[in-house]
């Protein structure tokens, strides 16, 4: 397939199509589906310094078209990363990408740099956005200051591709990505969720054991859509479109409105193939479009 | 692990909240093995409110008509939806899910506790224990004689005690009230049913020194490790309940 091939600062991915970090596990989990080295990138579960056990269950609650979690960052840490996942996953025909969070900019400075030594792992995503954990996370992606400042220091020790998710959570996300891009941030990525709740109005019981969870799923898109074409027009990196992305109708609509990839989220759950699927879409409307590549509609909403 | 589409064979109303619905690979795919206790996660189309898929224990694998049984309660958008489904219509499903009850590895007494809908992965598995060459025993208890589904269809693979709330059939009570579990001495216990009573059979398995495993049935979004959503808290940590799960020793549970 031709015209599909996009850059994110230097890195080259073959197709505008990644998976969402936390949606997709380590890839493998999704091989009995889909041939994974057919996605432009893979964003593997977020990543901190120590293990973490996550929240408590209730971790999940299904809304109108859409889920709220709070799994909170259950993950073996980056050494057990390095050591066990690393290993199996690295040869696979994608980018595989890792989603980087943790408590303290400390933190994300030692996780970075374990994670540069890889030679296999192209690019770090730094998660200032996770609305599931007490400390950092969030925290850092809703003050320019913060983002400016982490963004900083892991820039220092991390010199291959470094992407910046951020949180929506915020009154105007394009001073927080001007902030990262000011700081040598070589692309941003939004939306993470949104900070929504939930309650069982038999029990009057919250519906996850966090009260407040992050909310996903096709009922957010057109809020991310309208935060990537304000990012898109704020700042000259690249921009890593999500949220609510099902098919690739939903895909073309994030790259018209100014995203350069895109990634596949929650759907991922529903239909296991969807990334995928959304490769061909995208493909088939280029050619009936008589489009050249995939690059010369970014941001080309008519307005 | 598939992503299939499945013709309905069937949808039968076996009384007014559970449908067993029979499904068949649309096409020439045959069915791989499947173990008991293993399930399958459901597209519910067209449903504005149900958004994910929802997860299902395979009731029963009839091999020679190629079919998955699936029992299913009515217990919501989701679940009112997929009752709905009209023979020779297609379910999308993917399968098999989860880890499965360990089969008898030597000669015992067997028995399978289901409680409401929760019944439905003893069938499978009791016959799975049959062809093992042991006869097992199954304890299964409802609200009322009505709740009581499938009796013929157990019956088959060994013998049957119940229980109901309103004493309707069988003994009345709880199906850790039934006096064949004062009567007799079990080396294992399965069980799957509402969580109370599952707490209950566990304490039961506790005291008396028996073997048990329990089917949970947490909360799910993918069904595959991928979301992390449905853990369990467990003596190994937070481990989810679709891939490590459903089925438990219960020595591994903190309940």
Known sequence: MTGLEVYIGDLRLKNPVMTASGTFGYGTEYADFIDLGRLGGIFVKGTTLAPRQGNDYPRMAETASGMLNAVGLQNKGVDYFVEHLYPVIKDYDTHMIVNVSGSTVEDYVACAEKLADLDKMPA???????????????????????????????????PKTLIVKLSPNVTDVTE?????????????SLVNTFLGMAIDVESRRPKLSTITGGLSGPCIKPIAVRMVWEVFHAVKIPVIGMGGICNWQDAIEFILAGATAVQVGTYNFIDPTASVKMVEGIHDYL????????????????V | MQ??????????????????????????EILPEMQPGQFVQILVDNSPHVFLRRPISVNFVDKEKNEIWLLIRKIGEGTEKICSIHQGEI????????????????????????????TAPMLFLGKKIKEGGIEPEFLLGGRSAKDILQRTDFERYGRLYCTTED???GEKGFVTHHSVLKEKKYDFIYTCGPKPMMVAVANYAHEHGIECEASLENL???????CLCCVEKTVR?????????PVFNIKELFW
């Open chain 1, 124 to 158: 770090i995503e730094l998660n200032i956005s996770c609305p599931n954990v007490k400390e950092g996370g969030m925290a850092f992606g809703t003050s320019c200051q913060s983002a400016a400042q982490v963004t900083r220091e892991v820039r220092k020790v991390f």
């Open chain 1, 176 to 188: 927080i990505a001007r902030g990262v891009e000011d700081e040598g941030a070589d692309a941003v």
């Open chain 1, 287 to 302: 050619a009936r479009h008589h489009i050249a590549s995939v690059k010369d509609i970014v941001g080309k909403m008519i």
């Open chain 2, 3 to 28: 992503l299939l589409d499945f013709t309905v064979r069937s949808n039968e109303a076996l009384n007014d909240q559970n449908h067993l619905i029979k499904v068949a690979p649309s096409g020439n």
């Open chain 2, 91 to 118: 379910m999308n499903l993917i399968y098999p899910l989860g880890n499965s009850f360990t089969l008898p590895e030597r000669n015992g007494k067997y028995l399978l506790i289901g409680g409401g809908v929760g």
């Open chain 2, 167 to 169: 004493g309707s059939f």
């Open chain 2, 220 to 226: 799910m979004a993918c069904g595959f490790g991928a």
């Open chain 2, 237 to 245: 940590g937070n481990i989810c309940t679709c891939t490590e799960g």
